[in-house]
């Protein structure tokens, strides 16, 4: 069957048609067996039938609309049948789910999901045999299709031009591969590695050029760009890690002056999940967003690299005395930047505390308050502990359990309250048993303590879902609070509306909360009314308390 015939039947792919043509108009091969035999290869209806498959599975990856939401539904299954072991004798529906579920079909089902989700359907070459001459060097000849997707750049330049970057070798004076982008068209062609040495693109020799020149020869390059390369001496193919962070920075490759190739960079925002694909490199990661799952991973600073500029634009703050006093409790050894993370499952029957973290004044308490009264019997708050005397009409146990101030003040000493402060010579305080107890008890614990609480919640133990209830404009503070007629909570002597200071003290104070701490929330709900902040705060505790959630991994170990 000839070329032409081969183009005209639609079954036959157009790629291999073009490639048996090209290859009756070459050469280089040492006999015509050899011809023979390959384009027998790319004209069997075998080798045509798995092109075409993977071309379209290779197309509905790529599309945004198709891309997989998990590429782990087997281990979800296996954790579901644990759960549903445990409650076979309840429901008989539960037990046909459980039956179903270990079904073999079923099963290889949802491998093939996860092979497909994890794009394990790409062929996975042998490294080429080295059987040479001592004086004979091993070449390979590589072509990639140039698209509109960024494609090979420079490490000192800003122009990537294949999934790849190149750098000169600073022993050799050879161009060399020095990053595949995971995701990338050197990535899928499985075809060209690190260290691998640039001889000729496009038929033009690179020896003694710079990167840059190689980059315009790729720039000016039109349809199909072929590189002769010789191999590294020690390569492996590139898998992706299954590492997911929550990033705990802000970040924009094009205000970063350090990053080797600003169109390889990947930015992203403060509380985005980053799949990080590669950690070979110290300073740079290859990552890409959770929700972008089929795009081309980019560059982002590694976690060591992080720390490093920001102990250092500390340093040079305090230098030049531009620390500002509110800052000053900041956790000085905490360091922000990635924070390993999984799904957390939701468990019948137990409930990730509530925990709701606010500026003074701007209304968590009477919140939680609202979220409580809807209904008491799901919903509770820990009896808080103090050392004031009861009052005329308080019962123990009710407002407030009263203990003496020697108890309170070893029990605070040994760590056994998650916040407690003091107020007019008595002290206040809530227990992290009290919290245990009504998560132990199968209710749903609401909390809306001091923001530095935080460090005592965030534990394994606990996993709470902790909510920033944040300020509006100053505008919209004082117009709601006005309309409301609500009275001042800075003043427990006079009822009284808010001032604008109070106003500004609240927005300043909720501005520092998400400086010193916004990295450990899980949601933000604005307050300009109440009733419009309970409804979504009765969202976010169903969200908790009924989808799978990314919380840190030790949390999920």
């Not at 968590?364 to 509770?380: F, H, I």
Request: net charge negative; with cysteine.
């Amino acid at each position: 069957m000839t070329a032409a015939v081969m183009a005209a039947d639609a079954s036959y792919d157009p790629v291999l048609s073009k490639l048996v043509t090209s290859l009756k108009e070459a050469e280089s091969l040492s006999s015509e067996q050899e011809l023979g035999f390959l384009q027998n290869l790319l004209e069997s209806k075998e080798i045509n039938a798995l092109v075409n498959v993977h071309s379209k599975v290779g197309k509905v990856i790529k599309d945004e609309k198709c891309a997989p939401l998990m590429s782990s539904s087997i281990q979800v299954a296996l954790e579901v049948l644990e759960q549903l072991s445990q409650r076979c004798h309840i429901s008989p529906l539960c037990k046909e789910i459980f039956y179903l579920l270990q079904k073999p079909h079923v099963q290889s089902l949802l491998a093939s999901h996860d092979a497909i989700a994890q794009k394990d359907f790409y062929p996975h070459l042998p490294d080429i045999p080295i059987e040479v001459d001592e004086d004979e060097e091993t070449v390979k000849i590589v072509q990639l299709v140039k698209s509109n997707e960024p494609l090979v750049g420079a490490q000192q330049s800003a122009e990537p031009i294949v999934g790849a970057t190149i750098k000169t070798d600073e022993e050799t004076g050879k161009i060399i591969i020095a990053r595949i982008m995971h995701g990338g068209a050197a990535d899928r062609s499985g075809l060209i590695h690190v260290g691998d040495e640039v001889i000729e693109v496009n038929g033009i020799n690179v020896e003694g050029k710079t990167p840059n020149d190689v980059l315009t020869i790729l720039q000016n390059s039109e349809g199909t760009i072929t590189f002769k390369l010789v191999p590294s001496d020690g390569k492996s193919g590139q898998r992706e890690s299954k590492v997911r962070v929550r990033a705990h920075f802000e970040y924009n490759p094009e205000n970063d002056p350090y990053i080797p190739c600003k169109e390889a960079g990947l930015g992203f925002t403060r509380g985005e999940i980053l799949h990080i694909v590669g950690q070979d490199d110290g300073y740079w990661w290859q990552a890409r967003k959770e929700c972008e799952r089929t795009s081309r991973a980019g560059l982002i600073p590694s976690r060591a690299l992080q720390e490093r500029r920001i102990i250092h634009e500390r340093t040079q703050k305090e230098t030049n005395g531009d620390t500002k006093n509110e800052n000053d409790d900041f956790d000085r050894e905490l360091i922000a930047t990635y924070e390993e993370v999984s799904k957390l499952y939701p468990r019948p029957g137990v409930y990730r505390p509530i925990v709701l973290i606010g500026a003074p004044g701007i209304g968590r308490n009477e919140l939680k308050r609202r979220l409580v009264a809807r209904n008491p019997d799901k919903y509770r708050s820990p009896v808080p502990y103090t050392t004031r005397a009861m009052r005329p009409g308080e019962v123990p146990g009710r407002e407030y359990l009263f203990v003496t101030r020697d108890k309170m003040e070893a029990d605070v000493s040994a760590g056994k309250f998650i916040e407690s402060g003091e107020y007019k010579g008595h002290l206040y305080g809530t227990s992290a048993e009290s919290v245990k107890a009504i998560v132990n008890s199968g209710h749903v614990c609401v909390l809306s303590p001091h923001y530095q609480a935080i460090k005592s919640l965030r534990t394994p133990q606990l996993k709470p879902f902790i909510i920033h209830i944040r300020t509006p404009s100053f505008d919209r503070l004082k117009a709601t609070r006005e309309a409301h007629r609500a009275r001042s909570t800075f003043d427990e002597l006079n009822s009284r509306g808010f001032t604008d200071d109070e106003f500004n003290e609240m927005i300043t104070s909720d501005e520092r909360i998400n400086f010193l701490y916004g990295h450990f929330f899980d949601e933000e709900i604005v307050n300009e009314t109440l009733a419009t902040a309970l409804e979504q705060l009765l969202v976010c505790v169903e969200r908790a308390e009924t989808e799978p959630l990314w919380a840190p991994s030790s949390w999920v170990q």
